[in-house]
């Protein structure tokens, strides 16, 4: 076990874990959509940035492990600023429709503009939306690219249910959506076994036929 202090609070935690999860299960948030526990972080979010003392910059939290002595802050100036850029981004790529999305009340970017005072419609913000509004071609789902938030949470919980991922980026940039292979294999399992992407989804972009 080591020790450390987040926001001035003393915390025991297992050596190599990595710093978001043991801030998470203390209940100290911090905001983030692509962690998922048990998978490799990817920090492709660029969300749950701290301050680490020692360090010149903040860091990402999901790609930092645990040590003893280690002395965090949560909640800088610095920190608030890339995360409130980060999410703007986020909203330039995504179609802001509540009230006609399932996710609604339950979603994680809600969650993140609320806890960091960003509106879901920013002022002079540039919008980079995709042509197509939803994708059907797939037997088992249906993909909404302009509500996709690119976290990765769909292929890691895919990979750990099949032992193998049904699903991939695809494009390069503002056009990367999410794409489905396998397909064959995948119609023929039964419902139970082809939710795991459906429930890690954080903003539903990804449903059940």
Same mark, same amino acid.
């Given at each position: 076990?080591?020790?450390l202090?987040?926001?001035?609070?003393e915390?025991?935690?297992?050596a190599?874990?990595?710093?978001?999860?043991?801030c998470?299960?203390?209940?100290?948030?911090?905001?983030?959509?692509?962690?998922?526990? *048990?998978?490799? $972080?990817?920090?492709?979010? &660029?969300?749950?940035?701290?301050?680490?003392?020692?360090?010149?910059r /903040? #860091?990402t939290?999901?790609?930092v492990?645990?040590?003893?002595n280690?002395?965090?802050?949560?909640?800088?100036?610095?920190?608030?600023?890339?995360?409130?850029?980060?999410?703007?981004?986020?909203?330039?790529?995504?179609?802001v429709?509540?009230?006609?999305?399932?996710?609604?009340?339950?979603?994680?970017?809600?969650?993140?503009?609320?806890f960091?005072?960003v *509106?879901?419609? $920013?002022?002079?913000?540039? &919008?980079?939306?995709?042509?197509?509004?939803?994708?059907?071609?797939? /037997? #088992?789902?249906?993909?909404?690219?302009?509500?996709c938030?690119?976290?990765?949470?769909?292929?890691?919980?895919?990979?750990?249910?099949?032992?193998?991922?049904?699903?991939?980026?695809?494009?390069?940039?503002?056009?990367?959506?999410?794409?489905?292979?396998?397909?064959e294999?995948?119609?023929?399992?039964?419902?139970?076994?082809?939710?795991?992407?459906?429930?890690?989804?954080?903003v539903?972009?990804?449903?059940?036929?």
């Open positions: 076990m080591v020790r202090f987040i926001d001035n609070k915390i025991e935690a297992e190599g874990t990595p710093l978001l999860q043991v998470l299960s203390n209940d100290i948030y911090v905001p983030n959509l692509c962690y998922l526990e *048990g998978t490799k $972080p990817q920090a492709s979010c &660029r969300l749950c940035f701290v301050e680490i003392e020692g360090e010149d /903040p #860091v939290s999901c790609t492990e645990v040590r003893d280690m002395v965090v802050k949560t909640d800088t100036e610095a920190v608030r600023r890339l995360q409130r850029t980060a999410l703007r981004f986020l909203l330039s790529t995504h179609h429709k509540c009230k006609e999305c399932p996710a609604n009340k339950k979603c994680e970017l809600q969650r993140l503009a609320k960091l005072k *509106g879901l419609r $920013p002022k002079n913000l540039d &919008r980079h939306l995709k042509e197509t509004e939803t994708d059907k071609s797939h /037997p #088992v789902f249906n993909y909404y690219p302009n509500r938030i690119l976290c990765g949470r769909c292929i890691h919980a895919c990979k750990r249910e099949h032992g193998k991922a049904l699903l991939t980026f695809a494009k390069r940039g503002i056009d990367t959506v999410i794409s489905f292979y396998g397909e294999d995948m119609s023929r399992l039964p419902g139970e076994k082809c939710i795991a992407c459906v429930e890690v989804c954080p539903k972009a990804i449903t059940l036929k």
